[in-house]
């Protein structure tokens, strides 16, 4: 096991809610990234958050936001949700920001499903 | 043109057979490279990064031909165990985020 929690598992949203998504980091990890990875697609980029700060962004809506805590666990909150948000979305925490250098390790990630 | 390029398969394989996987992209400036396996509704997980002399884990065989922009895994005396999707995955130094393929699911027959 990566040590990386995601919560909750499954998640069933209709159209135009807002929903929450966390992570916990592995321990001694400061960095988190989001992925939206949907049916027969590779993960796709949301954003990243070293020390509690934005540190890229994917080509998602504003709608999209996140928030990193001074534990380094890390939220991720969709407003007005899409039926295409319907994905598995994944967390990865990493001991710094560039993955280039430094594995990402991904937790389990949360199902949404949009109806 | 998608920046990872990978045949979506399914390759269907027997037991003990070899298998080879392909992926490009489309970024010069891409820098590091990496096999991910994912197991169905599970997460991706490192199987190995991938070097310009080539590299081998065990069964596993990772290529990089920079001048072509091509990335290749081989599989060598394929497991039941070895059924699952292979990511291919790029980063660009200095970026920070993972540049994902579509995957190639591969199944090993009995």
């Known amino acids: 096991e990566t040590g990386v929690t995601q919560s909750p598992t499954h998640l069933i949203k209709t159209r135009g809610q807002q929903v929450t998504l966390r992570c916990s980091s592995q321990?001694?990890?400061?960095?988190v990234s989001w992925y939206q990875q949907a049916l027969g697609q590779g993960p796709q980029f949301i954003f990243q958050?070293?020390?509690?700060?934005?540190?890229g962004r994917g080509n998602f809506p504003p709608r999209f936001s996140g928030l990193q805590f001074p534990n380094y666990s890390s939220e991720l909150n969709v407003n007005a949700l899409e039926l295409d948000d319907s994905a598995l979305y994944l967390c990865a925490s990493s001991l710094n920001q560039l993955p280039s250098t430094d594995t990402q390790y991904f937790g389990p990630g949360t199902r949404l499903t949009v109806l | 043109r998608k920046e990872v390029e990978q045949d979506p398969g399914p390759f269907n394989v027997p037991e003990g057979a070899t298998v080879a996987f392909n992926c490009t992209y489309s970024?010069?400036?891409?820098?590091?490279f990496f096999w991910y396996r994912q197991d169905c509704r599970k997460e991706p997980k490192l199987l190995m990064s991938v070097y310009s002399s080539g590299n081998e884990d065990g069964r596993f065989t990772a290529q990089l031909n920079r001048a072509s922009q091509y990335i290749s895994l081989l599989i060598r005396d394929s497991k039941l165990s070895d059924s699952a999707t292979y990511l291919c995955v790029v980063t660009i130094f200095g970026n920070e985020k993972l540049t994902f393929g579509t995957g190639t699911r591969l199944t090993i027959i009995p």
């Open positions: 958050y070293y020390r509690e700060e934005e540190n």
């Open positions: 321990s001694g990890h400061n960095t």
């Open positions: 970024n010069s400036a891409s820098q590091s």
